[in-house]
Nanobody
Framework: QVQLVESGGGLVQAGGSLRLSCAAS????????MGWFRQAPGKEREFAAA????????YYADSVKGRFTASRDNAKNMVYLQMNSLKPEDTAVYYC??????????????????????WGQGTQVTVSS
């Protein structure tokens, strides 16, 4: 069983930066692919970024590519999302998620919420204009 706890959200001005953190429980964190998703009010939860078990491969939604960077520190059971050049449309609740089952880390499957087994509680990010 995996528990995920997020932090780092808050209010920031457009053009600013935030770094989200997700702390994971479990002895086998390094075996999990991790994803970041976001959900704006009235909208479906959407994919933002994903990072492979070792951190060597990342995928990003087109809307955040070039601005967001996912990283992880397996020794600390932590995954991060560095968000730069933030825009008002980035305003959403951000969730980290873990894929615990063995599965190919591909550009399509990482975007599917159904492929993730555990989810954090979410952290609010608000970007003012």
């Amino acid at each position: 069983q995996v528990q995920l706890v997020e932090s780092g959200g808050g209010l920031v001005q457009a053009g600013g930066s935030l770094r989200l953190s997700c702390a994971a429980s479990g002895r086998t964190f390094s075996s999990y692919h991790m994803g970041w998703f976001r959900q704006a009010p009235g909208k479906e939860r959407e994919f933002a970024a994903a990072i492979s078990r070792s951190g060597g491969i990342t995928y990003y939604a087109d809307s955040v590519k070039g601005r967001f960077t996912a990283s992880r520190d397996n020794a600390k059971n932590m995954v991060y999302l560095q968000m730069n050049s933030l825009k008002p449309e980035d305003t959403a609740v951000y969730y980290c998620a873990a894929q615990t089952a063995l599965e190919t880390f591909g550009s399509f499957v990482v975007r599917l919420t159904s492929r993730y087994d555990y989810w954090g509680q979410g952290t609010q990010v608000t970007v003012s204009s």
